[in-house]
């Protein structure tokens, strides 16, 4: 295992990511961890990069048993620098500051030839490769013992190293695809430099998972675990079933907003196809009772989250008496960005959304928490439902948030409101996948905006509500982008022609064009 000590940059997890790829595990931490306090033994250290620079008032610091812990360390940008300061070297501010591709030349050490495995098969024909910057400080003065291992133009100190401590601190990002062979970086420092084993696999995860879910359990012991026909609901209850069977129970709550058909789908899919336990409980009366009259976006999120909670918890409390009282557990699909978020070295930066989960429930039920995804990114949950056999079109399915078309209607929620959101999300989702968008889209859906505005059916004036269209790429939901092509907008024109012909109510559709930030992904 390889140790990654996060200071807060936007690349971190891509570190983790890039190294996980070549089947090596690696744990990404935030840099406050203190080492005595570990739960592995690393094999190596990795220091991030940080948006900070080493001489600001708050800026973070490593814990320094890192630099004593006797394996070999590589720090990035920030790390290069909260290495060189730790260990007598100076940095200082650069003029300018360096963001963008830059030429790196490396110094060969032909008595050191340890020292040379860091760049290993990465030098082009002129004996330079491209690397990517982002920093406003650099290092000016190299701690002692250490040696310059590779300059730019404007870096002389681009790449250091410490032959007999196997220390070493690049001032470029070699997680980023624009640093060229910036993989192989990584790869010679975990497997040439840490010696790492790289067999870490999905399939061996899935085996180890599974063995841990039965020891945690036991030999009797039930989980409950709510469901969404989401990807990651759906793989961890898949997983659950594969290690204690109908020993796990699935609760898929119908809180009356939800997309055409969805319980049905769900339940034939997780309960006929996959062979889990699972139970569809309507409450969506009791749902869209609670949200009458409501227009505020909050509110609507917090009366769905509070009365997902009751309804959930009064199932499972249902669902204990019927076994005994054997339910000791509650699944919870929790990936490991979210696992990062909560334990960032920041806090928790404000809140945009209050954003629905069932996290809420723990206390109230005094169940022990099972999480089998917390150490996976998305894209990887995704692998480990294809190799749990899962269908490509639930692997690949867009995310749909827990409040649902609650949302997605704009003002007051009522049941024909719902459903006029419903019929033109369906027509939407379905004309996307027919003409081969929806993979190339992030996410895509419906909303109803509650203004009337004038158009002409057949020979008569119509006086009704409009249709806004979202469909965005992105990678990691915090920033994202419009989806566009010349035969995109085609296809819109069709999808509009369609929704309003097909539902009532509607003679207007809109294409929301505006990015993320500084819109957001949903509307409320
Ligand atoms: P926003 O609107 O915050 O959306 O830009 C980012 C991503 O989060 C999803 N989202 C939610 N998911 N409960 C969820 O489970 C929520 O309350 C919620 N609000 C937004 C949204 O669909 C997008 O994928």
Not at 10 to 36: D, N
Not at 226 to 253: C, P, Q, Y
Not at 273 to 293: E, Q, S
Request: charged share 25%.
């Amino acid at each position: 295992t390889v140790l990654i000590l996060d200071f807060g940059s936007q690349y971190s997890h891509l570190i983790t990511r890039r190294i996980r790829e070549f089947g090596v595990y690696c744990e990404l931490l935030p840099c406050t961890q203190k080492m005595a306090d570990l739960h592995f033994k690393p094999k190596g250290i990795i220091l991030s990069g940080s948006p900070y620079s080493v001489y600001d008032k708050d800026a973070p610091r490593v814990d320094p048993a890192v630099f004593d812990y006797g394996v070999p360390v590589l720090g990035i940008c920030y790390g290069l620098q909260e290495m060189t300061l730790h260990m007598g070297g100076k940095v200082e501010a650069c003029d300018h500051r360096e963001y963008g591709h830059a030429m790196l030349t490396v110094t060969k050490h032909a008595d050191h030839p340890f020292i040379d495995l860091l760049f290993e098969g990465m030098e082009g024909e002129n004996g330079e490769m491209q690397v990517w910057m982002s920093h406003g400080d650099q290092v000016t003065s190299e701690p002692e013992g250490f040696r310059v291992i590779a300059n730019t133009r404007t870096a002389p100190f681009a790449a250091i190293a410490h032959e007999e401590k196997h220390f070493f601190g690049i001032q470029f990002h070699p997680e980023v695809t624009h640093t060229l062979n910036g993989k192989t970086l990584l790869r010679n420092f975990v497997i040439n430099i840490c010696k790492c084993q790289d067999s870490w696999t999905m399939e061996s995860f899935i085996d180890k998972e599974i063995e841990r879910i039965r020891q945690m359990v036991g030999p009797v012991g039930h989980v409950v675990g709510a469901v969404s026909g989401g990807v990651d609901s759906t793989v961890a209850a898949k997983l659950m079933n594969e290690a204690i069977g109908h020993r796990f129970h699935a609760i898929l709550v119908d809180n009356g907003v939800m997309r055409l058909n969805e319980c049905q789908v769900v339940k034939k899919m997780l309960g006929d196809k996959m062979g889990i336990d699972i139970k569809v409980v309507d409450a969506a009366d009791l749902f869209l009772g609670r949200l009458k009259g409501v227009e505020d976006p909050e509110k609507k999120r917090k009366i769905i989250g509070n009365t997902f909670i009751e309804v959930f918890e009064a199932e499972a409390a249902l669902l204990d008496k019927e076994h005994g009282g054997e339910i000791e557990y509650l699944l919870q699909g929790t990936l490991y960005p979210d696992v990062i978020e909560s334990i960032s070295f920041k806090g928790p930066s404000a809140t945009i959304k209050t954003h629905h989960n069932v996290g809420g429930l723990l206390e109230d039920m005094k169940l022990k928490l099972i999480e089998p995804l917390r150490e996976l990114f998305k894209d990887e949950v995704r692998e480990l439902g294809r190799l749990l056999g899962l269908d490509d079109e639930l692997v690949w399915r867009h995310p749909f948030p827990g409040p649902g078309i609650a949302i997605r209607v704009v003002g007051e929620v009522t049941k024909e409101q719902v459903e006029i959101a419903r019929l033109a999300d369906h027509i939407y989702i379905e004309e996307i996948k027919k003409n081969g968008f929806y993979r190339q889209i992030s996410q895509a859906y419906a909303a109803l905006l509650p203004i009337k505005t004038v158009g002409v059916m057949g020979d008569k004036r119509t006086y009704e509500q409009a249709i806004a269209l979202r469909a965005i790429t992105t990678v990691d939901f915090m920033t994202a982008d419009v989806f566009s092509s010349f035969e995109w907008f085609e296809c819109l024109k069709r999808i509009s022609s369609r929704i309003i012909n097909e539902v009532q109510g509607v003679n207007r559709v809109f294409y929301d064009v505006s990015t993320k930030p500084p819109a957001t992904v949903e509307l409320c």
